[in-house]
């Protein structure tokens, strides 16, 4: 089966956000719009060819059609052999398992994470390169580079490949292997935590949980792993059933798109512990009875607890939070007297830092948090983390965190989004910000003295490389502050994320609703950067 030449023009919007490319699914139909993409991929990774390539995605709509092209398009461009989840399924922390299990030269994971499904919502494909996390900016610059001056794609003719079918077949030369996309990723969680301890607090009959997958990627890994493996009962796991649109909602877990398993929390009936994971499985969200656990203050009490789960008995090395994160992580950082790292927003930030053994978890505000296990931040080893906390701790989730707390104070956090907003407005916003920036280091704004302002640059220590214009940063005297960027990971207009955080070391003032707490920042934060006026919004769209 000889490849197939076919000319294309190029599309000039094809640079990858904060996390692949995201788009509308009308836009991926796009004649030749998936295969310049892809094309780029196999232009620019040219150890691809001859090698292994692991694909697999978050079975949102589009997903099985693409897997198909991408099948044909690695065999045209002499990949060796290409291990593919079965049905085109694989979540991103799955990937990145698997990627890094068999050695593989890389992988395409095909999600738009969070964001919702279907024939008039998003689509989206990422490459990760061989250590299993998304590619770092300089792979993504030169795909992008590369996607401005193609003029052809090649592919083979063939028919399509069964994806529902464990094992092996070959195209034009290359061998498929259809794999179980859940037995890697469940053997690691096995060798992470302690299932046996989880399984008996599931049968001690004082406690009682859920898991909501949204209908997204996670459903069939945490029925295995939750329910199968460990004996949680069945029906533990609610909307365990993946669907192309997500059953219509928003596979985003947090306190606005996952009301229902929220409200299952409250109350003196309430759950125990309910928690939830996106659309692909790589973010997570953590509740106890009437509590919710901001994705900060999740990292934090992990990094303080690592030690009671046996994948981590011997302690971390390290710990890296994106900037925006909240700086809870920095205090148990510094009493373990271990490195904190900050980065900017994007888990590829992360990569070289836990491939050069500097740290061991990392997070971030946008509920997601991992370790050096993956390259990708991952859902459901959140979810057993904690579980196994609960197990090990024999408290509830609420006493955990409060104690944490007490030992650390409270980074009180907020983030406010304003989604869908006039581009132009939105970066004329974040440009005002950076005029007012000289100016405002020792001024005083309400109570609160600005200690500095800046708009926030990284260097990663490892590879030296910089990264520029991450995110304004307003720092006040005694830890807290304020954070405006734009969102890197929306497909219409623009998003405008504020992140809000305040110190207390005061633990009678710990109880407080951090709405309240923080809402002399919050005016100050809205003022300074005249949402209002600019945007034409009064009040946020999402709270988290
Ligand atoms: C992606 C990135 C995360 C980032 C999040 C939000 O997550 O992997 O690192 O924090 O987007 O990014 P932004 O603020 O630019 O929208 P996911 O779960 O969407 O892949």
Redesign the pocket.
């Known amino acids: 089966m000889e490849p197939k030449r076919v000319a294309t023009q190029p599309f000039t919007d094809q640079r990858p956000?904060?996390?692949?490319l995201?788009k509308r699914v009308r836009v991926f139909e796009q004649p030749n719009y998936l295969e310049n993409f892809v094309q780029a991929i196999f232009d620019t990774q040219k150890g691809l060819a001859g090698g292994v390539l692991v694909v697999g995605g978050d079975g949102r709509y589009y997903n099985r059609t693409a897997t198909q092209t991408i099948l044909r398009m690695a065999a045209a461009n002499r990949v060796a052999k290409v291990l593919v989840g079965r049905g085109g399924i694989l979540s991103?922390p799955a990937a990145s398992c698997v990627i890094r299990k068999y050695r593989t030269g890389g992988g395409i994971v095909l999600?738009?994470?969070?964001?919702p499904g279907g024939p008039d919502a998003d689509f989206?494909i990422?490459f990760n390169v061989a250590a299993g996390g998304?590619a770092p900016e300089s792979v993504t610059e030169a795909i992008y580079a590369r996607t401005r001056e193609i003029g052809a794609y090649f592919t083979v003719d063939s028919p399509e490949i069964d994806l529902d079918r464990l094992g092996t077949s070959t195209l034009g030369g290359m061998t498929v292997e259809v794999i179980d996309p859940v037995a890697d990723y469940a053997d690691l969680m096995a060798s992470l935590f302690d299932f046996p301890a989880i399984h008996q607090l599931f049968n001690s009959g004082l406690f009682r949980m859920r898991f909501d997958a949204m209908h997204a990627v996670t459903g069939p890994y945490a029925i295995e792993i939750l329910e199968n493996r460990i004996g949680a009962e069945p029906g533990t796991v609610i909307n365990g059933e993946p669907l192309e649109d997500f059953g219509g909602g928003h596979p985003?877990p947090n306190l606005a798109h996952a009301q229902e398993l929220v409200a299952m929390t409250q109350g003196t009936d309430g759950l125990d512990f309910a928690a939830a994971s996106?659309?692909?499985g790589?973010?997570n969200m953590i509740l106890g009875k009437n509590f919710f656990v901001t994705p900060s203050d999740s990292l934090a009490v992990l990094a303080a607890n690592a030690h009671q789960a046996p994948g981590y008995k011997d302690g971390i090395v390290g710990v890296a939070r994106?900037m925006?994160t909240s700086q809870a992580a920095d205090r148990v950082a510094e009493q373990l007297g271990i490195e904190c790292y900050e980065t900017p927003?994007?888990?590829?930030?992360f990569g070289n830092l836990l491939d050069a053994g500097r740290i061991t978890l990392c997070g971030?505000?946008?509920?997601?948090t991992g370790s050096d296990h993956v390259r990708?931040?991952d859902g459901l080893w959140a979810v057993l983390f904690w579980l196994n906390l609960l197990a090990a701790r024999k408290q509830s989730v609420k006493d955990i965190v409060h104690e944490h707390w007490r030992r650390f104070g409270r980074n009180f956090y907020t983030r406010h989004d304003y989604e869908g907003v006039d581009a132009k407005a939105a970066a004329d916003l974040v440009d005002h910000l950076r005029i007012l920036l000289p100016e405002l280091p020792g001024k005083r704004l309400g109570a609160y003295q600005v200690e500095y302002a800046d708009d926030f640059a990284y260097v990663d220590p490892v590879d030296g490389s910089r990264s520029d214009r991450q995110g304004v940063r307003i720092g006040f005297e005694g830890g807290s502050r304020v954070v405006f960027?734009?969102?890197?990971?929306?497909t219409e207009g623009a998003?405008l994320?504020v992140y809000i955080e305040a110190y207390e070391s005061d633990p009678v003032k710990h109880d407080q609703d951090p709405q309240t707490a923080l809402q002399p920042l919050i005016l100050i934060a809205r003022e300074l950067a005249q949402i209002e006026a600019r945007l034409g919004r009064a009040e946020p769209d999402v709270i988290t």
Do not use: I, V, Y
């Open positions: 956000g904060t996390s692949g995201r991103t999600s738009a994470s969070h964001n989206g990422k998304p985003d996106d659309g692909d790589d973010r994106s925006p927003t994007g888990w590829k930030f971030e505000e946008s509920f997601g990708e931040k960027r734009l969102s890197g990971t929306g998003t994320r």
